[in-house]
C-alpha cells in the first residue's frame, strides 16, 4: 500500500474496485467521507451493488474476473482524450525507456512464449542500452518501441465498445467513470485506486494490480497526497505477516528465500543484488549483502560469521512450489508428511477444499493452534468420514485471541502500531509467541541429544525469557529493529555491542550487526521500552495538514507515510501539488520538509524510484511471469470466450499439478452461472471466532447464496429457500437470498447472470453451514499463486423440498 488510510481525504476521485470497503473496511469510510466534505468523488465497480455502492456517487457494474479490460479501457481512453501527466511521466517512469526491437505482442501472447513448458523467455522484453549497460531512452515520447508507444499499442484495442461487450456495462456508465477518473492526469488533482481480494483472487490477479498502477502512473498519481494504489487488507495484520515472510519464497523484509540453485551465499547474492550503471539510480536493493547478513546474524548469533558465510548453508532451500495450491498436492502425494497451522483453517478456506480435507488424512500428523477446534482440527471426524479409517495425529493448541495477548500489528497503511494485554485468555490458552517458544525449547532439547544435521536447531540465537516465565514481546521486537553485536562504525557513527540500530542505514555486512527485518529497523531504536516507537501516540500541531500524523505509531520504511514520495516534487524539489504536498526541498536550510523522503539526497542527485535499478516506475515491466503489460484473459472456469485474442485464459496459469488446469473446467452448457465468493461485516475470515459469537450469529445465522431477482423467478426461486449450487468440484446447500443487488451482463451477445456466496461456514462451531470453498477451483495465478476464487461457473437450483 504507497499511501494510508488518512491519506484517502486529500483525493479528488476514489475508486473502489475488487473491495466492499464501506462493509469490511468501515473506518477507511470515514477518511473517505472527508473527502467527499472536499468535493471528491466516489466510484464503486463491482459485480455486485454493494454497501460501498449504495455509499458511492456513482456505480458501475463490472464482470467478475474483466478488471484488466476495465482497467485497460481506461488508458485507452487517457491516450485518446490527451489525459496523460508527461512531465510525471517523463521524469519518474520508464515511459521514455526504449525496449529491445525483438519484443512483439499477438493475439494474446507475448514474445518468448514456449508453449511445451508454458513459460515466457524474458529477453525480448529487455531495455536497449548503451555501452555502459544504461537503458536508451527517447526524452520525447515518440519513438515507436519506447515504453510510452508499447502501452499505447497494447492498450489501442480496448475501444469503450468493446470493454463494455467484455466486462457487461452500459456505455454510458463506463464512459462516465473513464472521464471522471482520467481527469485527476492534472498536477494539483489526486485520484487513488483502492482494492482487495476481489482484485487479487484471480488467475490474472497480479496483473489485475500491476494494471491498476500503469494506470497510476499514466495519471502521475503515484508518491503524491491522495494518490497511490492501496490494498485494503483482509484481516488487520495481514500487512505484517507478509513483511515477516509468510510467504514460502521470501526471508523477512521481502529478502528472496534461497532455491536448490543458490549453493554459497556468493551465488544467492550474485543473483539477488540488481546493479545498475547509471550513477543516479539509488538501487536500493544492492543493500542486500547487509540485510542478509545482518538477518543470520540475528537467527544464528556468534556460530553465524563472516568466514563461514554467516551459516548460510544452514538454511532450507527450497526445490518445489510450495505455494497454498501445491502444498496440499505435496500432503496428497504424501511428500509432506507434518503439518502445523497457526490460525489457517484450509478445510473452510481452501479452494476445492472437499479435496484438501481427504488430503489431510495423508498426514501422519497435524498441530493446530487455535481460539476453537476447527473444521481443520476437526477432519478426522468431520461429517461422513469414519475415524477409524484415518491414522493422522492431530494435537490442538489452544490460543488467545488479539486483545489477549501483547505485541504489534501493521496496518493496511504499514503503520505497526503496539498493543498491550487488554485480558488475559480462558484457560490454558496461550499467545502464539509463548507456544513457539515452548515447541522450540521442546525441539531443541531432543536435538541436543542427538539427530541429523542438529546445528540449525541448536544454534539458534534465541533469548526472550521465556522457560519458566511468558517471552517477552519486546525482546523480540528489538531484535527485529537490529543490534550492534560488536563495536562498529557506521555512517560516521561509533556503536558499542549492544547499541539498537538507529535504522537500517546502519546495517554492515561484516557481521557487525544482526537485525531480524531490515524494514523494521528504526521501529525500536533504544533500549527501553518508551524507545519503541510503535507504542508512540503523539500529535502536535500540524500534523493533520495533510493528515501525516508522523508522531501516531511508526511506519515502515524509516516512518515513511507516503512511498515514492520523491515523484511528488519537480526537478527543483518544489510540489507538483503545493495545497497538498508531502515533501518539498527547503534550499535554505539544504533540508527536506515534510514526509520523511524517499531518500535524503537533495533534489535531481537520485532518480525518485528508489526500489528499483533503473530508478523509475515500470509501466512496463520484466518480472512477472506472464507478460510486461497487463492484458485480458477471461477466467479459467468462464461462459463466453476472450472478445480480444483467441488465448482465452491466462496461459501460465497453475493448477495443483503443476502446470496447466488439474482437471477440465466447467461447462457453460452444464453451469451457465457466473458464481463469486464474498465476506460480510458480521462474519471474519473462515469464521472459526464469529461463529462462535452468539451475538454475530444472530445477525447472520447461516450460509447462503445471493440470487439477482431476474434469475431467481426465471428458477422459481423464492427468498428463504433452500437451493442447490453445484460446480465441477462439488455441491452445497444454502439459503437463497434473493435480492435487487445483482442484475444481468450483456456479455458477447449473451445475458448472464451471477451469483454470490459467503464462505465463512463450516461443519464446527455454534453457527454451521456449507463452505462456499467446496466449489471453488484450486487454480492459481502464476505470479502469486493465489487461487481464483472469484470468478468460477455454476449451476443453481431449488432443493427438493423433504
Same mark, same amino acid.
Given at each position: 500500500?504507497?499511501?494510508?488510510?488518512?491519506? =484517502?481525504?486529500?483525493?479528488?476521485?476514489?475508486?473502489?474496485?475488487?473491495?466492499?470497503?464501506?462493509?469490511?473496511?468501515?473506518?477507511?469510510?470515514?477518511?473517505?467521507?472527508?473527502?467527499?466534505?472536499?468535493?471528491?468523488?466516489?466510484?464503486?465497480?463491482?459485480?455486485?451493488?454493494?454497501?460501498?455502492?449504495?455509499?458511492?456517487?456513482?456505480?458501475?457494474? /463490472?464482470?467478475?474476473?474483466?478488471?484488466?479490460?476495465?482497467?485497460?479501457?481506461?488508458?485507452?481512453?487517457?491516450?485518446?482524450?490527451?489525459?496523460?501527466?508527461?512531465?510525471?511521466? +517523463?521524469?519518474?517512469?520508464?515511459?521514455?525507456?526504449?525496449?529491445?526491437?525483438?519484443?512483439?505482442?499477438?493475439?494474446?501472447?507475448?514474445?518468448?512464449?514456449?508453449?511445451?513448458?508454458?513459460?515466457y523467455d524474458k529477453a525480448s522484453w529487455a531495455y536497449e542500452t548503451d555501452e555502459n549497460g544504461v537503458p536508451l531512452q527517447d526524452p520525447t515520447m515518440t519513438d515507436k518501441r519506447c515504453v510510452l508507444m508499447r502501452v499505447k499499442a497494447q492498450y489501442k484495442r480496448y475501444r469503450l465498445k468493446t470493454v463494455c461487450g467484455i466486462v457487461g456495462a452500459p456505455r454510458y456508465l463506463y464512459e462516465k467513470f473513464c472521464d471522471l477518473y482520467t481527469g485527476t492526469y492534472e498536477n494539483g488533482k489526486a485520484g487513488t485506486w483502492l482494492y482487495a481480494m476481489g482484485g487479487t483472487q484471480s488467475t490474472h490477479g497480479t496483473q489485475n494490480v500491476r494494471a491498476y498502477s500503469v494506470l497510476q502512473l499514466l495519471l502521475g498519481n503515484i508518491g503524491i497526497a491522495g494518490g497511490g494504489v492501496n490494498a485494503l487488507?483482509?484481516?488487520?495484520?495481514? $500487512?505484517?505477516?507478509?513483511?515477516?515472510?509468510?510467504?514460502?519464497?521470501?526471508?523477512?523484509?521481502?529478502?528472496?528465500?534461497?532455491?536448490?540453485?543458490?549453493?554459497?551465499?556468493?551465488?544467492?547474492?550474485?543473483?539477488?543484488?540488481?546493479?545498475?550503471?547509471?550513477?543516479?539510480?539509488?538501487?536500493?536493493?544492492?543493500?542486500?549483502?547487509?540485510?542478509?547478513?545482518?538477518?543470520?546474524?540475528?537467527?544464528?548469533?556468534?556460530?553465524?560469521?563472516?568466514?563461514?558465510?554467516?551459516?548460510?548453508?544452514? /538454511?532450507?532451500?527450497?526445490?518445489?512450489?510450495?505455494?497454498?495450491?501445491? =502444498?496440499?498436492?505435496?500432503?496428497?502425494?504424501?511428500?509432506?508428511?507434518?503439518?502445523?497451522?497457526?490460525?489457517?483453517?484450509?478445510?473452510?478456506?481452501?479452494?476445492?477444499?472437499?479435496?484438501? =480435507?481427504?488430503?489431510?488424512?495423508?498426514?501422519?500428523?497435524?498441530?493446530?493452534?487455535?481460539?476453537?477446534?476447527?473444521?481443520?482440527?476437526?477432519?478426522?471426524?468431520?461429517?461422513?468420514?469414519?475415524?477409524?479409517?484415518?491414522?493422522?495425529?492431530?494435537?490442538?493448541?489452544?490460543?488467545?485471541?488479539?486483545?489477549?495477548?501483547?505485541?504489534?500489528?501493521?496496518?493496511?497503511?504499514?503503520?505497526?502500531?503496539?498493543?498491550?494485554?487488554?485480558?488475559?485468555?480462558?484457560?490454558?490458552?496461550?499467545?502464539?509467541?509463548?507456544?513457539?517458544d515452548a515447541l522450540y525449547r521442546a525441539v531443541r532439547k531432543e536435538y541436543e541429544r542427538g539427530g541429523v544435521f542438529p546445528d540449525p536447531v541448536v544454534n539458534l540465537a534465541w533469548n526472550y525469557d521465556g522457560a519458566d516465565q511468558e517471552p517477552d514481546p519486546r525482546k523480540v521486537a528489538q531484535e527485529i529493529n537490529g543490534f550492534f553485536v560488536a563495536e562498529a562504525t557506521a555512517n560516521n557513527r561509533s556503536f558499542m555491542a549492544g547499541d539498537q540500530a538507529p535504522s537500517f542505514a546502519f546495517l554492515l555486512d561484516d557481521g557487525s550487526t544482526a537485525c531480524g527485518n531490515w524494514l523494521y529497523s528504526g521501529s525500536f531504536p533504544g533500549p527501553k521500552p518508551e524507545d519503541n516507537r510503535m507504542a508512540a501516540r503523539g500529535i502536535k500541531q500540524g500534523d493533520d495538514r495533510i493528515g501525516l500524523y508522523?508522531?501516531?505509531?511508526?511506519?515502515?520504511?524509516?516512518?515513511?507515510?507516503?512511498?515514492?514520495?520523491?515523484?511528488?516534487?519537480?526537478?527543483?524539489?518544489?510540489?507538483?501539488?503545493?495545497?497538498?504536498? &508531502?515533501? +518539498?526541498?527547503?534550499?535554505?536550510?539544504?533540508?527536506?520538509?515534510?514526509?520523511?523522503?524517499?531518500?535524503?539526497?537533495?533534489?535531481?542527485?537520485?532518480?525518485?524510484?528508489?526500489?528499483?535499478?533503473?530508478?523509475?516506475?515500470?509501466?512496463?515491466?520484466?518480472?512477472?511471469?506472464?507478460?510486461?503489460?497487463?492484458?485480458?484473459?477471461?477466467?479459467?472456469?468462464?461462459?463466453? $470466450?476472450?472478445?480480444?485474442?483467441?488465448? +482465452?485464459?491466462?496461459?501460465?496459469?497453475?493448477?495443483?499439478?503443476?502446470?496447466?488446469?488439474?482437471?477440465?473446467?466447467?461447462?457453460?452448457?452444464?453451469?451457465?452461472?457466473?458464481?463469486?465468493?464474498?465476506?460480510?461485516?458480521?462474519?471474519?475470515?473462515?469464521?472459526?471466532?464469529?461463529?462462535?459469537?452468539?451475538?454475530?450469529?444472530?445477525?447472520?445465522?447461516?450460509?447462503?447464496?445471493?440470487?439477482?431477482?431476474? /434469475?431467481?423467478?426465471?428458477?422459481?426461486?423464492?427468498?428463504?429457500?433452500?437451493? &442447490?449450487?453445484?460446480?465441477?468440484?462439488?455441491?452445497?446447500? &444454502?439459503?437463497?437470498?434473493?435480492?435487487?443487488?445483482?442484475?444481468?451482463?450483456?456479455?458477447?451477445?449473451?445475458?448472464?447472470?451471477?451469483?454470490?456466496?459467503?464462505?465463512?461456514?463450516?461443519?464446527?462451531?455454534?453457527?454451521?453451514?456449507?463452505?462456499?470453498?467446496?466449489?471453488?477451483?484450486?487454480?492459481?495465478?502464476?505470479?502469486? +499463486?493465489?487461487?481464483?476464487?472469484?470468478?468460477? =461457473?455454476?449451476?443453481?437450483?431449488?432443493?427438493?423440498?423433504?
Amino acid at each position: 500500500m504507497t499511501n494510508h488510510w488518512i491519506d =484517502l481525504q486529500n483525493a479528488d476521485v476514489i475508486m473502489v474496485c475488487g473491495s466492499n470497503v464501506a462493509e469490511n473496511h468501515p473506518v477507511a469510510v470515514r477518511w473517505m467521507e472527508e473527502a467527499r466534505k472536499r468535493g471528491a468523488v466516489i466510484l464503486s465497480a463491482d459485480p455486485r451493488f454493494t454497501r460501498t455502492s449504495a455509499f458511492a456517487d456513482r456505480y458501475c457494474p /463490472l464482470r467478475s474476473g474483466t478488471d484488466i479490460a476495465f482497467v485497460g479501457g481506461m488508458i485507452r481512453y487517457a491516450f485518446s482524450n490527451n489525459r496523460l501527466n508527461y512531465d510525471y511521466l +517523463r521524469d519518474n517512469t520508464n515511459a521514455s525507456f526504449i525496449v529491445k526491437p525483438e519484443y512483439a505482442f499477438n493475439d494474446g501472447l507475448f514474445s518468448g512464449f514456449d508453449p511445451a513448458s508454458a513459460t515466457y523467455d524474458k529477453a525480448s522484453w529487455a531495455y536497449e542500452t548503451d555501452e555502459n549497460g544504461v537503458p536508451l531512452q527517447d526524452p520525447t515520447m515518440t519513438d515507436k518501441r519506447c515504453v510510452l508507444m508499447r502501452v499505447k499499442a497494447q492498450y489501442k484495442r480496448y475501444r469503450l465498445k468493446t470493454v463494455c461487450g467484455i466486462v457487461g456495462a452500459p456505455r454510458y456508465l463506463y464512459e462516465k467513470f473513464c472521464d471522471l477518473y482520467t481527469g485527476t492526469y492534472e498536477n494539483g488533482k489526486a485520484g487513488t485506486w483502492l482494492y482487495a481480494m476481489g482484485g487479487t483472487q484471480s488467475t490474472h490477479g497480479t496483473q489485475n494490480v500491476r494494471a491498476y498502477s500503469v494506470l497510476q502512473l499514466l495519471l502521475g498519481n503515484i508518491g503524491i497526497a491522495g494518490g497511490g494504489v492501496n490494498a485494503l487488507r483482509g484481516e488487520s495484520n495481514v $500487512q505484517g505477516s507478509t513483511d515477516m515472510a509468510l510467504l514460502y519464497n521470501q526471508l523477512p523484509g521481502y529478502l528472496a528465500a534461497p532455491a536448490e540453485k543458490d549453493k554459497t551465499l556468493a551465488d544467492y547474492l550474485a543473483a539477488r543484488t540488481p546493479k545498475s550503471a547509471d550513477p543516479k539510480s539509488a538501487n536500493w536493493w544492492q543493500n542486500t549483502p547487509k540485510y542478509v547478513a545482518s538477518l543470520l546474524k540475528a537467527w544464528y548469533g556468534p556460530a553465524a560469521t563472516r568466514e563461514n558465510d554467516f551459516c548460510y548453508d544452514w /538454511l532450507p532451500k527450497y526445490g518445489r512450489d510450495c505455494s497454498y495450491v501445491n =502444498l496440499f498436492s505435496g500432503i496428497e502425494s504424501g511428500d509432506i508428511r507434518g503439518l502445523v497451522l497457526f490460525g489457517q483453517n484450509p478445510a473452510v478456506s481452501g479452494p476445492s477444499c472437499q479435496r484438501q =480435507l481427504a488430503a489431510l488424512s495423508r498426514l501422519s500428523w497435524m498441530a493446530a493452534v487455535d481460539l476453537f477446534e476447527t473444521e481443520t482440527a476437526s477432519f478426522w471426524k468431520r461429517p461422513g468420514a469414519n475415524p477409524s479409517d484415518i491414522d493422522t495425529e492431530v494435537f490442538l493448541l489452544p490460543a488467545v485471541a488479539s486483545v489477549e495477548k501483547a505485541g504489534s500489528i501493521t496496518n493496511s497503511g504499514r503503520w505497526a502500531q503496539w498493543r498491550e494485554k487488554a485480558l488475559d485468555g480462558p484457560g490454558d490458552t496461550k499467545p502464539d509467541l509463548w507456544i513457539l517458544d515452548a515447541l522450540y525449547r521442546a525441539v531443541r532439547k531432543e536435538y541436543e541429544r542427538g539427530g541429523v544435521f542438529p546445528d540449525p536447531v541448536v544454534n539458534l540465537a534465541w533469548n526472550y525469557d521465556g522457560a519458566d516465565q511468558e517471552p517477552d514481546p519486546r525482546k523480540v521486537a528489538q531484535e527485529i529493529n537490529g543490534f550492534f553485536v560488536a563495536e562498529a562504525t557506521a555512517n560516521n557513527r561509533s556503536f558499542m555491542a549492544g547499541d539498537q540500530a538507529p535504522s537500517f542505514a546502519f546495517l554492515l555486512d561484516d557481521g557487525s550487526t544482526a537485525c531480524g527485518n531490515w524494514l523494521y529497523s528504526g521501529s525500536f531504536p533504544g533500549p527501553k521500552p518508551e524507545d519503541n516507537r510503535m507504542a508512540a501516540r503523539g500529535i502536535k500541531q500540524g500534523d493533520d495538514r495533510i493528515g501525516l500524523y508522523p508522531g501516531w505509531a511508526w511506519c515502515w520504511p524509516v516512518n515513511r507515510r507516503i512511498l515514492y514520495n520523491r515523484a511528488s516534487v519537480d526537478a527543483n524539489g518544489q510540489p507538483r501539488d503545493p495545497a497538498r504536498w &508531502v515533501i +518539498r526541498w527547503n534550499a535554505e536550510k539544504s533540508a527536506w520538509e515534510g514526509d520523511v523522503p524517499d531518500g535524503p539526497w537533495p533534489p535531481g542527485d537520485r532518480y525518485p524510484f528508489i526500489m528499483l535499478p533503473e530508478g523509475h516506475a515500470r509501466l512496463f515491466a520484466q518480472g512477472l511471469a506472464d507478460g510486461p503489460l497487463p492484458e485480458h484473459y477471461e477466467p479459467w472456469e468462464g461462459p463466453v $470466450q476472450n472478445a480480444l485474442s483467441s488465448q +482465452r485464459h491466462n496461459p501460465l496459469l497453475l493448477s495443483a499439478k503443476g502446470k496447466g488446469p488439474a482437471k477440465e473446467p466447467g461447462s457453460p452448457e452444464r453451469f451457465p452461472v457466473v458464481a463469486t465468493t464474498y465476506r460480510v461485516g458480521e462474519h471474519w475470515q473462515a469464521g472459526a471466532l464469529t461463529r462462535n459469537t452468539p451475538w454475530l450469529i444472530e445477525l447472520v445465522p447461516s450460509a447462503y447464496a445471493e440470487i439477482g431477482e431476474i /434469475l431467481a423467478m426465471m428458477l422459481g426461486i423464492k427468498n428463504g429457500d433452500r437451493v &442447490v449450487v453445484e460446480t465441477a468440484r462439488g455441491s452445497v446447500e &444454502v439459503y437463497a437470498l434473493v435480492t435487487k443487488r445483482f442484475g444481468t451482463f450483456r456479455v458477447g451477445g449473451k445475458i448472464l447472470h451471477e451469483v454470490g456466496l459467503v464462505w465463512h461456514f463450516g461443519y464446527e462451531g455454534l453457527a454451521r453451514g456449507a463452505s462456499a470453498n467446496v466449489l471453488t477451483p484450486d487454480i492459481a495465478d502464476p505470479n502469486s +499463486r493465489i487461487p481464483e476464487y472469484k470468478a468460477f =461457473l455454476c449451476n443453481v437450483r431449488k432443493a427438493a423440498e423433504g
